[in-house]
């Protein structure tokens, strides 16, 4: 995906808890939803669109959606922003 899709994502507070709770492990669907407050469509809608830009992978497994982080577009956007950074004269 983009760089305009991934900070599209990113500027969401929900989506960022939700890659948060996801920094350390995978964890499924259900896990995710029951840390928030909001109806079980409205994180799917998150996680959704988390996955369409790329910031998360889907595995399924038996019954179960487990999410992950996708680190590689993490490293794309710090690279991005250090290329921002001012060089020195």
Request: net charge negative; hydrophobic share 45%; charged share 25%.
């Amino acid at each position: 995906m983009g760089l305009q899709e991934t900070l599209r994502a990113l500027a969401d507070p929900v989506r960022r808890a939700i890659l948060l709770f996801l920094r350390d492990r995978r964890q499924p669907a259900g896990e995710i939803a029951a840390q928030f407050d909001l109806a079980q469509a409205t994180v799917s809608y998150h996680l959704a669109q988390l996955k369409q830009a790329g910031l998360v992978f889907e595995t399924k497994h038996k019954n179960h959606i487990y999410y992950e982080l996708n680190t590689s577009v993490f490293e794309e956007v710090l690279l991005f922003v250090a290329q921002l950074q001012a060089r020195e004269e």
